[in-house]
């Protein structure tokens, strides 16, 4: 199935009654993201690692989900590689630099009235400023938006914010909240160097700001959130997605309008298909599924990753 068809996809929240029965409810959707996304590049994955290229720079890193044999060799993936992510703990780690690196570049993702200059540099927990995977998000965001001229949009656990730069060009308004002040700031910075003067960058616990948001009577057309399995609030509040997401979605569905959307990404192992299917039946019993699809990124040589889920659900007022 290509982007275009998957966006388009349309189900009852409640899916057919085989899918119900069954429980296998969500489908999966294998894609190049090169193909609407030309300034990345996954070119091999396999060995628990994956070789890829944001603009002219290529980096090994580690990818758990790589359980295939790499099409290439060891010594052309260094050959190709800028630099190698060498993990040394879990969730950090050093750079191995085999050819010159700038400390920071940027790459561009431009379609329609999208207009994304994404900053990225080499942090030391592997991550590199962006989730390439995440441009179906945008193009979706960018089309809902357009078509139904919604001017709030609210992105949860935002990182740096190229969902809200997505978004920017159509709304008033952008909200963005994520508990790291550094990615805050990389937040602001895209969306200068993206050409944006309308986010609202805040540096909170996603939870306390909604909970925050529910009180001042604030709603949104359109909310995205993309929760780790586990995080850390500004205030070292523990985020344990299975614990506490229940809560997240009770409050979050208070500050919607009535006329909105929900994207969520959702990748954590001990999460399945029913459970994602348990959220969306308790708390989104009155939208429509646009989209519920475990994502495989294929890499050049044919070899895939797994992006982990994407739901996307929307109401008309
Ligand atoms: C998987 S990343 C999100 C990636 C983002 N959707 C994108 O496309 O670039 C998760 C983010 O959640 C943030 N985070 C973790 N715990 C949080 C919390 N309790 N409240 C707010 N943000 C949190 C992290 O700082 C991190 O930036």
Redesign the pocket.
């Known amino acids: 199935m290509n982007a275009k068809a998957s966006l388009q996809g349309r189900r009852g929240a409640l899916g057919n009654k085989k899918e119900k029965k069954s429980g296998k409810i969500a489908k999966q959707m294998k894609m190049k993201i090169n193909s609407i996304f030309h300034d990345y590049e996954l070119i091999d994955c396999g060995n628990s690692q994956k070789l890829e290229r944001f603009g002219e720079i290529v980096l090994i890193r580690p990818e758990i989900t790589a359980i295939e044999k790499p099409k290439l060799t060891e010594s052309e993936w260094r050959k190709l590689a800028n630099a190698e992510f060498i993990e040394t703990s879990k969730n950090s780690g050093t750079w191995k630099i085999y050819r010159e690196i700038p400390d920071k570049w940027q790459i561009k993702f431009e379609s329609g009235k999208i207009n994304i200059r994404a900053e990225l540099a080499l942090t030391s927990s592997k991550h590199i400023g962006?989730?390439p995977e995440?441009v179906l998000?945008w193009i979706y965001i960018s089309k809902i938006c357009n078509e139904n001229n919604y001017q709030s949009f609210l992105?949860?656990?935002?990182?740096?914010?190229?969902?809200s730069v997505a978004a920017a060009p159509f709304c008033e308004i952008v909200t963005h909240?994520?508990?790291?002040k550094k990615?805050v700031d990389w937040t602001k910075r895209n969306a200068q160097n993206s050409g944006y003067h309308n986010l609202r960058c805040i540096t909170?616990?996603?939870?306390k700001?909604v909970e925050r948001e529910l009180k001042r009577g604030n709603k949104y057309n359109g909310i995205?959130l993309?929760?780790?399995s586990i995080?850390?609030?500004?205030n070292k509040?523990k985020?344990i997605l299975e614990n506490k997401i229940d809560d997240l979605l009770t409050k979050l569905t208070q500050i919607l309008e009535k006329d909105s959307f929900v994207i969520m990404?959702l990748?954590s192992h001990s999460i399945n298909d029913k459970f994602i299917h348990r959220l969306i039946l308790t708390y989104f019993s009155d939208f429509i599924i646009d989209f519920q699809e475990t994502i495989f990124g294929l890499s050049s040589g044919g070899n895939e990753i797994n992006h982990g889920y994407f739901v996307r659900l929307r109401r008309k007022g």
């Open positions: 962006i989730f995440q998000n992105n949860l656990f935002g990182y740096t914010g190229l969902a909240v994520d508990s790291i990615v909170e616990d996603a939870l700001f995205i993309d929760p780790p995080g850390t609030g500004t509040e985020w990404n990748y």
